[in-house]
């Protein structure tokens, strides 16, 4: 069983089960699928209820802190005890691509180049993982919720919102893709 567990699986396995997710968070406690509320749920739990963005009962919500940490232990799982012992595969054209803008180690699931510590105190690095965190996290909030909240739960309700969001954080990962990450690979 081990080994089944080890090998890659088809990319529709995942689709299938976080697809049914919405409707058994729904059956189970009319609960809606999202991830980037949670910090708001931490920080309400832990910081004084001084600003009113975090002046609610939070502990109604505590499912969710239960279900990302569910993640986060599935994750670890997955990366220590289950992990791949395959090497990672990358289309040959992407690395040539990457390896003209100076990304060229594909060891790991993410460039060590560009995401790591080291990579963290270059002007290339603080931009891809601090500047882009932060955007990410501003956008998320400003969007009224992630991907997964819009583009899984908001568009199987049908709201509009959530297709404008969804199209939104397409658009903005093509633009990035095709047009910036070029440009701030060079840095």
Not at 41 to 59: E, G, R
Request: aromatic share 14%.
């Amino acid at each position: 069983m081990l080994d089944l567990l080890k090998q890659p699986w088809h990319w529709s396995v995942a689709g299938v089960l976080i697809g049914l997710t919405v409707p058994f968070l729904y059956l189970i406690g009319n609960k809606p699928f999202g991830i980037s509320s949670s910090f708001r749920h931490v920080c309400a739990a832990c910081l004084p209820n001084n600003a009113n963005y975090f002046n609610y009962d939070w502990k109604r919500e505590t499912w969710n802190l239960f279900f990302v940490f569910g993640i986060a232990l599935g994750g670890a799982i997955g990366t220590f005890v289950l992990a791949n012992p395959e090497a990672i595969k990358i289309d040959a054209g992407v690395q040539q691509q990457l390896a003209a803008q100076g990304v060229t180690d594909f060891t790991e699931i993410v460039p060590a180049d560009v995401f790591s510590w080291k990579g963290l105190f270059t002007v290339r690095g603080f931009v891809m993982i601090v500047v882009g965190g932060f955007l990410v996290g501003f956008g998320t909030r400003y969007a009224g919720g992630c991907t997964s909240g819009h583009s899984i739960t908001g568009i199987s309700n049908l709201q509009l919102s959530s297709l404008i969001a969804t199209v939104c954080f397409m658009t903005g990962g093509f633009i990035m893709t095709w047009l910036l990450l070029p440009f701030i690979l060079k840095l």
